[in-house]
């Protein structure tokens, strides 16, 4: 330790007192912290040089990601023709999926909400993918197995959408998932292709009885064949039937609280300043200022789902 002390002695005495004195000035540390201050400006020069260039590309990448999550945030069932009750199915892309999901699982009671819940996003997905009314696939589905993918019945229906193995098989020709004989069986207790044959045939007994879900929903049960053959014999269908009157029943109970929340969410924009513009079905605010601004724009029908976002976070008028 001495031997370091007298080191660093000898070489503080080295330096000529003049140079010990100038390095000690005040002008000398003054020069010290110029150049510091430069050195700090050119290194935050340089991280915002990186930034700025960086920033236009991250920004157009948000902005599709946004624009991209605002096309997929709702459910589209533009080209579904007709639904089981006459509900107005475009009333639904009102709603985020999350949302939506959450309006029908609070229809459900008890047990069967937690039972539905696990495949009700795949079930929302395969409804739109083939344009098929979601309330009635869910309410064939309560009927059919009370959302338990494990039922079985005693003619060997399976699966949630209870679809049986010569009727599974057929449908997956017709889905393009050819397999063994011997696996189909296996095939119809996935929960996903369940659910897909199960929407796929209710589209497809749809368009055989041409857009009537009544007699549909009969042959899902029936099958084809019994109805076709009680038309033809001007039988009467679907009346005294118990499996078309449990899945009225289960239509009506998951579907009340979208008509009650729809019909709610009405009456608040009749109170707002949007009102409908009958010519072409644009919605417009009742200032002529700003109607003259989207009529330049031909902004198409921004209301509805705007309105309702702005309900929900604000309650002063539009």
Not at 74 to 91: D, P, W
Not at 174 to 182: C, G, I, S, T, V
């Amino acid at each position: 330790m001495k031997n370091l002390v007298l080191k660093g002695r000898l070489g503080l005495s080295s330096i000529p007192s003049s140079m010990l004195k100038l390095l000690q000035s005040s002008e000398a540390r003054a020069a010290v912290r110029y150049f510091n201050t430069i050195a700090i400006f050119m290194v935050v020069g340089l991280i915002f040089s990186n930034e700025l260039s960086s920033r236009p590309k991250r920004e157009l990448l948000k902005a599709q990601s946004i624009v991209k999550s605002a096309e997929l945030d709702y459910y589209q069932f533009n080209s579904a023709a007709s639904t089981f009750k006459n509900i107005n199915l475009k009333e639904i892309q009102n709603y985020s999926k999350a949302e939506f999901r959450a309006v029908l699982l609070a229809s459900v009671p008890g047990k069967l909400k937690y039972r539905l819940g696990r495949y009700l996003k795949m079930t929302m997905e395969l409804s739109e993918k083939y344009q098929v009314d979601p309330f009635w696939v869910i309410s064939v589905m309560w009927t059919e197995s009370h959302f338990n993918f494990k039922a079985t019945s005693s003619v060997s229906a399976t699966g949630l959408m209870q679809i049986m193995p010569a009727t599974g098989e057929f449908l997956m020709k017709l889905l393009e998932h050819p397999d063994a004989q011997e696996l189909v069986y296996e095939k119809i207790r996935d929960p996903k292709l369940n659910i897909e044959m199960g929407v796929f045939y209710l589209k497809r007994l749809l368009r055989i009885f041409k857009g009537n879900h009544k007699l549909a929903t009969v042959a899902y049960n029936m099958g084809p064949g019994g109805v076709f053959r009680r038309l033809r014999l001007k039988l009467p269908v679907g009346v005294r039937n118990l499996y078309l009157d449990k899945v009225r029943r289960h239509y009506s109970l998951i579907s009340k609280n979208f008509i009650k929340l729809n019909k709610r969410i009405n009456a608040e924009l009749k109170n707002t300043l949007v009102i409908k513009f009958p010519n072409n079905g644009y919605l417009y605010t009742q200032y002529n200022e700003l109607d003259e601004v989207f009529q330049f724009l031909e902004t198409p029908r921004f209301g509805a789902r705007l309105a309702n976002n702005f309900l929900r976070n604000s309650n002063k008028s539009l």
